[in-house]
């Protein structure tokens, strides 16, 4: 069944999409998680080094 024979109206909807942009934030959000972990289990030899 098409829109046009039930008499509705139709809309075109045009997406961009920036794909430079959408890498640049994933390369972005995976370097802070990585440090994230990283700087996390650092810190955590560091502490228990201390403890010892």
């Known amino acids: 069944m098409n829109l046009q024979d039930r008499g509705e109206k139709t809309a075109d909807i045009t997406v961009s999409v920036d794909v430079s942009k959408i890498v640049r934030n994933v390369s972005i959000a995976g370097v802070l998680v990585v ?3 990283f700087g996390c ?4 030899k560091i502490l228990q080094d201390k403890k010892d």
């Open 35 to 37: 440090g994230i972990i």
């Open 41 to 44: 289990s650092t810190c955590r």
